[in-house]
């Protein structure tokens, strides 16, 4: 039932974002440049698009990533999510108690925590991209074709740069840990990882990864949809939520899985290329650590704005 749910609630939004942004539209579209990937006129596609088009970008979108990354002006972005992640890891145990605590505390709290849990697992985002490839083959949309060829291509191409750092960083999973915040095996034995994969894949998130690429490039395929970005910030937060209670993932897997879904939906979203500047102050994220006192302690409050 709860898969169920999910597939009609995606599908239905799938929908909603096509139908709405053909209400909102400009009907003069003309002024709109045509050589730009996102805000073009509807079905003027910028090359054609085929079922394998994602699978060529991918290495593009790859060293297009490394380069945007390694560059001096990334350095400042690098070192806060290099601190942010270990503020995080410092208080991982204090986090996550309280949170498998309240997971085992009631039926409702465990079904909504794996229900959230769930819009990461790959199968979410795979099923927005087929809605969107099948309204696109069926009422000749080619946006909606592209947008979901380029959901494809996030995700893989993200995914495969998680799953390289996650077989680099060997972190424990909360539901298995053998230390308060979980034991780190740099470079473990392949065999080891294929069968006990628990034990050595919490770091980064590719759940939150997958799930925020998804999003950027939704969003930024339809832009007049403004309600996509807000609605995806807040499943994503949930689906965050839902893994730290059910024990898959520590909050301190996110910064870096959030820094590399961003990326890599904007540069899937944007195959002519997307400018990542700082003189544009648009595409790029913002981080901002505040600090936060309460009765149960005192702890941080990440706030990313993109």
């Known amino acids: 039932m709860m898969k169920l749910f999910g597939c009609i609630f995606f599908f239905s939004l799938t929908l909603a974002s096509i139908s709405f942004s053909r209400q909102t539209l400009a009907p003069d579209s003309s002024s709109i440049a045509r050589d730009d990937p996102v805000r073009r006129p509807l079905n003027t596609p910028l090359k054609p698009i085929r079922w394998y088009t994602m699978f060529e970008r991918m290495p593009y979108d790859w060293g297009r990533w490394a380069d945007l990354s390694f560059r001096k002006d990334k350095v400042e972005a690098w070192a806060w999510i290099t601190a942010l992640s270990t503020a995080l890891v410092l208080t991982d145990d204090d986090t996550y108690t309280p949170s498998d605590r309240f997971y085992r505390s009631s039926g409702s709290a465990s079904y909504w925590s794996d229900f959230f849990a769930g819009f990461g697992d790959g199968r979410t985002q795979f099923a927005l991209a087929g809605a969107y490839a099948v309204y696109g083959v069926v009422f000749d949309d080619d946006r909606a074709f592209r947008t979901g060829s380029q959901i494809v291509e996030a995700v893989l191409a993200s995914g495969a740069v998680v799953q390289l750092l996650k077989h680099v960083t060997g972190r424990e999973s909360p539901f298995v840990r053998s230390t308060p915040t979980g034991r780190w ?15 050595f894949d919490a770091f980064p998130s590719g759940h939150v990864c997958t799930s925020l690429a998804t999003v950027i490039v939704i969003s930024e ?3 007049e949809v403004t309600w996509i970005r807000p609605l995806g910030y807040v499943l994503t937060g949930l689906l965050g939520v839902g893994m730290v209670n059910n024990g898959i993932h520590w909050y301190s897997d996110y910064p ?4 590399l879904g961003y990326y890599f939906g904007m540069i899937a979203a944007h195959p002519g290329g997307v400018d990542f500047s700082e003189e544009t ?5 913002r981080f901002s650590v505040l600090p936060q006192l309460n009765r149960g302690g005192v702890g941080m409050s990440l706030i990313v704005s993109f």
């Open 185 to 199: 095996s740099l470079f473990p034995n392949q065999i080891d990882y294929s069968r006990y994969v628990p034990y």
């Open 221 to 223: 395929n339809y832009p």
């Open 256 to 259: 870096l899985g959030l820094f």
């Open 281 to 285: 102050g648009t595409t790029q994220p």
